[in-house]
T-cell receptor
Framework: GAVVSQHPSWVICKSGTSVKIECRSL??????MFWYRQFPKQSLMLMAT?????????EQGVEKDKFLINHASLTLSTLTVTSAHPEDSSFYIC?????????????FGPGTRLLVL | GQNIDQPTEMTATEGAIVQINCTYQ??????LFWYQQHAGEAPTFLSY??LDGLEEKGRFSSFLSRSKGYSYLLLKELQMKDSASYLC??????????WGAGTKLIIKP
């Protein structure tokens, strides 16, 4: 199947710093990438939808100035958590949508675990 | 509103068969997905149904009835490694995935 990578897999940072997470589709071009957040024992929550070359669409309640998303190319999207606080500690997962094999499918990256001290 | 319902938790025995149901009400339909998520890991793709009927992939099968807004994931010959959460998701008319809360499957020896 298609491969999506995320970097870094683990981040520990101090409160007030910014953290950048990269999401790459390794063997396909993704016109659309998604960023999710998952708190322990809870469902995936969609944060934003990112289309290559255009501004991201944020879900209600997600601050676009705090969670900066850049979809610079068909294989790379970045999420920057600005001025991170302990409540931003979570598991951040990206996914990339592809129509390969004749079907629309989303493939997930391995996730990035963020801990803000 | 849009809604995906699936049981919160199920328990089954190693070697047995289990069926995880999912019902949905969404604005439009462009396919239904099942994902497996082990604790602490990202979801992995299991199956995709867009037409009515049963899709079989090894020990896992997925069924869809669009008229009933219903799907199930069938797991046969259960193994301990199948203990995970199983997520049902529907792609709506805007090609956005609407997620169920997931079903935690516990496998007992």
């Amino acid at each position: 199947g298609a491969v999506v990578s995320q970097h870094p897999s683990w981040v520990i940072c101090k409160s007030g710093t910014s953290v950048k997470i990269e999401c790459r589709s390794l063997d396909f071009q993704a016109t659309t990438m998604f960023w999710y957040r998952q708190f322990p024992k809870q469902s995936l929550m969609l944060m934003a939808t990112s289309n290559e070359g255009s501004k991201a669409t944020y879900e209600q309640g997600v601050e676009k100035d705090k969670f900066l998303i850049n979809h610079a190319s068909l294989t790379l999207s970045t999420l920057t958590v600005t001025s991170a606080h302990p409540e931003d500690s979570s598991f951040y997962i990206c996914s990339a949508r592809t129509g390969r094999d004749g079907k629309e499918t989303q493939y997930f990256g391995p996730g990035t675990r963020l801990l803000v001290l | 509103g849009q809604n995906i319902d699936q049981p919160t938790e199920m328990t089954a025995t190693e070697g047995a068969i289990v069926q995880i149901n999912c019902t949905y009400q969404t604005s439009g339909f462009n396919g239904l997905f099942w994902y497996q998520q082990h604790a602490g890991e990202a979801p992995t793709f299991l199956s995709y149904n867009v037409l009515d009927g049963l899709e079989e992939k090894g020990r896992f099968s997925s069924f869809l009835s669009r008229s009933k807004g219903y799907s199930y994931l069938l797991l046969k010959e259960l193994q301990m490694k199948d203990s995970a959460s199983y997520l049902c998701a529907v792609m709506d008319s805007n090609y956005q995935l609407i997620w169920g809360a997931g079903t935690k499957l516990i496998i007992k020896p």
